[in-house]
């Protein structure tokens, strides 16, 4: 059976979006021909508006609608706590934790399996901002995710800021058993992890 091209457009569009296969491209888009109009004009708009009315931070370098972001420009926050993520979809998280300090975002991890580098991060930025003196840092978290992907970048971090000699506190987001798990089912990269990560009563 021959299908409508537009209808064939779409489905092929949403098989692009990460996590969505080419049953699940087909629902969302038969889904979409029974929405009225309206609702479809302000979907379509919504996509076209998503980089147009978007901006980089240039100091942290989240998504956000201005430049510096809400959070870089909040007085209450710490300047001297700067915590580094992979994606801006990571400082949502933490956000719920009430963390006090500030961010920044590297978009993404180093990968040579998929071309990535550090070159293709925002470490440089980071470099920079940590050696500033209208700022001066304190401690850096590396909260990057706890992959190889993850814990090669925070290496790599560790080392450049040692190279450049910048006298600060680096930590790294102590990792393990989550809440309400039992030890027995437990693996041990999450025990080990758990013990290292273990801190004072």
Known sequence: ????????????????????????????????????QVQLDEFADSILNLKKNTK????????????????????MRDKSLVMVVEQPLDILAFERTHFKGVY?????????????GPDELYIDDLLKRVSSIEYPVSELIIATNPTMEGNATAMYLGKQLKINNLKLKI??????????????YADETTLTQALEGR???
Not at 1 to 27: C, D, H, V
Not at 67 to 74: A, S
Not at 171 to 184: H, N, S, V, W
């Open 56 to 75: 980089l931070c240039s100091i942290c370098k989240n998504i956000s609608e201005d430049d510096p972001c809400p959070i870089c420009t909040d007085p």
């Open 104 to 116: 920044h975002v590297l978009h993404g991890a180093i990968n040579p399996l998929e071309n990535i």
């Open 1 to 36: 059976m021959k299908i409508a091209r537009p209808i064939t457009a779409l489905i092929e569009s949403f098989s692009k979006l990460p996590g969505i296969g080419p049953k699940s491209a087909q629902r969302l888009t038969y889904y979409l021909l029974h929405v009225p």
């Open 171 to 184: 930590t790294r987001l102590g990792m393990g058993i989550p809440t309400g798990a039992d030890l027995e």
């Open 199 to 201: 801190r004072e009563l």
